[in-house]
């Protein structure tokens, strides 16, 4: 009896957490800066890298069970030093991530207030963002549950709107961009295509539901399921905003960080009361978006630092058990992004913080599907809750086409594609982040390395 009322995780709740969770409003402007042609991306991406990475997730987290995730998957196929890259590359985007919607939240905040946020008063405002998320996500997720149920509410109004409110205003005054067959194929604009990056980060993070499996009636046949249509649920409210924003802006005129809000008061005509109501509700979503991922992102971290494989201050708990080491280190490095932003040359500062950590998520991801080829091939007998179907050759196509597709976003995105002034100070700076950020995470690790094997020799000794 009590093994049957545990079982209360159905595929509803698992695909309405991964829409929840995983949805990112702030990212719909810089995919929808792609222009009418993401909508043909989305479907070529959703087939040949979302599928893959959607059945073979589902087969390393029924699999490889653990609070790990990613990081034991790696572990397990390459050893702990390639572990805690991985580890390393995970965690260090959520940090950037925070210190990208800081700097987003006030922007947003001014936007709709009238205010000139500017100096030290924005700065100030972006610190007291980042502590407020440092804080309450140190919180167990039961003190925070009505947080993400108000978080959900506050994404679907805000993207159901954008998207009618395009849908109407395409129907009655016209769209600010072409739809036709023509600008829907894609242009093969190199320096476009480091958009590209950004829906597949739209498509990431779809292996945290199978850490239900324990909690799933048939999780061999619920995870895939709430996998894949929590994806397609994705990408079809990712579309309705991008189709809102598309009837209001012309591409080459929206802002990454500012497009949502300027496509409201576009497609209402005005700033009113509407408009401020959905800015209230964006704001809400940067603060409660980074709070839902802080349990997943600082658990791997805190799996890692138990495991020796990053430094221990990544293992420090309270008494409650949570991970508040990684916490505050979050809020450390964010703190120092957010101080040293206003020095950075690109001046689009959320563009430039978000883009290094998408890079940053991205290039944690290109060690998974080499780790599912790598399990499959030096531990076949193990038993697989779900397998992912095919043989050889679909296996390899699962493996190696959506782990190019990786490696040439993250190329598009840090290397100038040509020599104009414009591709340069976008890209140079996120490419010397990314240089920046493995070089110390390679430090970090080996010394998480080296401290280990200090204490196994004095451990010897005595």
Same mark, same amino acid.
């Given at each position: 009896m009590v093994e049957t009322e545990k079982k209360k995780f159905r595929l509803f709740d698992a695909v309405l957490m991964s829409v929840v969770v995983i949805m990112v409003v702030e990212s719909v402007a810089p995919a929808a800066a792609i222009g009418p042609s993401q909508f043909f991306w989305w479907f070529f991406l959703l087939i040949l890298f979302f599928i893959p990475y959607g059945l073979i997730s589902s087969e390393l987290g029924t699999t490889y069970a653990g609070d790990g995730g990613l990081y034991d998957w790696v572990k397990q196929a390459f050893g702990p030093l390639w572990g805690g890259r991985l580890a390393w590359l995970y965690w260090i985007n959520y940090p950037i991530w925070m210190a990208s919607l800081a700097v987003l939240f006030v922007q947003v905040g001014g936007q709709i207030f009238g205010l000139k946020l500017t100096g030290w008063v924005s700065i100030l405002i972006q610190l007291l963002f980042v502590w407020v998320v440092v804080l309450v996500g140190n919180k167990p997720v039961s003190e925070s549950k009505w947080i993400m149920n108000l978080a959900a509410f506050a994404k679907i109004v805000t993207i159901l709107a954008l998207g009618g409110l395009g849908i109407y205003? $395409?129907?009655?005054?016209?769209? $600010?961009?072409?739809?036709s067959v023509h600008s829907l194929l894609p242009q093969m604009n190199l320096s476009g295509l480091s958009n590209l990056s950004v829906i597949i980060f739209n498509f990431l993070g779809f292996e945290v539901v199978a850490t239900? $499996?324990?909690?799933m009636d048939n999780p061999k046949k619920q995870i895939p399921q709430a996998i894949i249509y929590g994806g397609i649920l994705i990408a079809i409210f990712y579309l309705l905003g991008a189709?809102?924003?598309g009837a209001a802006i012309p591409t080459d005129k929206l802002s990454a960080s500012s497009g949502l809000i300027d496509s409201f008061v576009l497609?209402?005509?005005?700033?009113?009361?509407?408009?401020?109501?959905?800015?209230?509700?964006?704001?809400?979503?940067?603060v409660s978006e980074m709070i839902s991922w802080a349990l997943g992102v600082n658990y791997v971290a805190d799996y890692a630092g138990k495991d020796h494989v990053l430094p221990q201050i990544f293992a420090k708990e309270d008494a409650k058990g949570m991970p508040v080491g990684t916490g505050y280190l979050n809020g450390i490095v964010a703190t120092i992004l957010v101080i040293a932003g206003p020095l950075l040359p690109d001046q689009n500062i959320f563009w430039a913080f978000f883009s290094l950590n998408v890079v940053a998520l991205l290039l944690s991801y290109t060690l998974m599907f080499p780790a599912f080829w790598e399990l499959r091939r030096k531990d076949p007998h193990t038993e697989r809750p779900f397998h992912v179907p095919g043989g050889s050759v679909m296996i390899n196509l699962m493996t190696w086409v959506p782990e190019v597709l990786l490696i040439l976003t993250i190329i598009f995105s840090?290397?100038?594609?040509n020599g104009s002034a414009a591709e340069i100070s976008a890209k140079v700076p996120v490419l010397i982040g990314v240089i920046i950020t493995?070089?110390?995470?390679?430090?970090?690790v080996r010394y998480a390395e080296h401290h280990q094997a200090q204490l196994e020799n004095q451990t010897t000794k005595d």
């Amino acid at each position: 009896m009590v093994e049957t009322e545990k079982k209360k995780f159905r595929l509803f709740d698992a695909v309405l957490m991964s829409v929840v969770v995983i949805m990112v409003v702030e990212s719909v402007a810089p995919a929808a800066a792609i222009g009418p042609s993401q909508f043909f991306w989305w479907f070529f991406l959703l087939i040949l890298f979302f599928i893959p990475y959607g059945l073979i997730s589902s087969e390393l987290g029924t699999t490889y069970a653990g609070d790990g995730g990613l990081y034991d998957w790696v572990k397990q196929a390459f050893g702990p030093l390639w572990g805690g890259r991985l580890a390393w590359l995970y965690w260090i985007n959520y940090p950037i991530w925070m210190a990208s919607l800081a700097v987003l939240f006030v922007q947003v905040g001014g936007q709709i207030f009238g205010l000139k946020l500017t100096g030290w008063v924005s700065i100030l405002i972006q610190l007291l963002f980042v502590w407020v998320v440092v804080l309450v996500g140190n919180k167990p997720v039961s003190e925070s549950k009505w947080i993400m149920n108000l978080a959900a509410f506050a994404k679907i109004v805000t993207i159901l709107a954008l998207g009618g409110l395009g849908i109407y205003v $395409a129907m009655t005054r016209g769209v $600010a961009n072409s739809f036709s067959v023509h600008s829907l194929l894609p242009q093969m604009n190199l320096s476009g295509l480091s958009n590209l990056s950004v829906i597949i980060f739209n498509f990431l993070g779809f292996e945290v539901v199978a850490t239900m $499996a324990d909690d799933m009636d048939n999780p061999k046949k619920q995870i895939p399921q709430a996998i894949i249509y929590g994806g397609i649920l994705i990408a079809i409210f990712y579309l309705l905003g991008a189709f809102g924003m598309g009837a209001a802006i012309p591409t080459d005129k929206l802002s990454a960080s500012s497009g949502l809000i300027d496509s409201f008061v576009l497609l209402i005509g005005h700033m009113n009361w509407f408009v401020v109501l959905i800015g209230i509700f964006f704001l809400y979503i940067l603060v409660s978006e980074m709070i839902s991922w802080a349990l997943g992102v600082n658990y791997v971290a805190d799996y890692a630092g138990k495991d020796h494989v990053l430094p221990q201050i990544f293992a420090k708990e309270d008494a409650k058990g949570m991970p508040v080491g990684t916490g505050y280190l979050n809020g450390i490095v964010a703190t120092i992004l957010v101080i040293a932003g206003p020095l950075l040359p690109d001046q689009n500062i959320f563009w430039a913080f978000f883009s290094l950590n998408v890079v940053a998520l991205l290039l944690s991801y290109t060690l998974m599907f080499p780790a599912f080829w790598e399990l499959r091939r030096k531990d076949p007998h193990t038993e697989r809750p779900f397998h992912v179907p095919g043989g050889s050759v679909m296996i390899n196509l699962m493996t190696w086409v959506p782990e190019v597709l990786l490696i040439l976003t993250i190329i598009f995105s840090v290397v100038p594609m040509n020599g104009s002034a414009a591709e340069i100070s976008a890209k140079v700076p996120v490419l010397i982040g990314v240089i920046i950020t493995i070089v110390i995470g390679e430090i970090v690790v080996r010394y998480a390395e080296h401290h280990q094997a200090q204490l196994e020799n004095q451990t010897t000794k005595d």
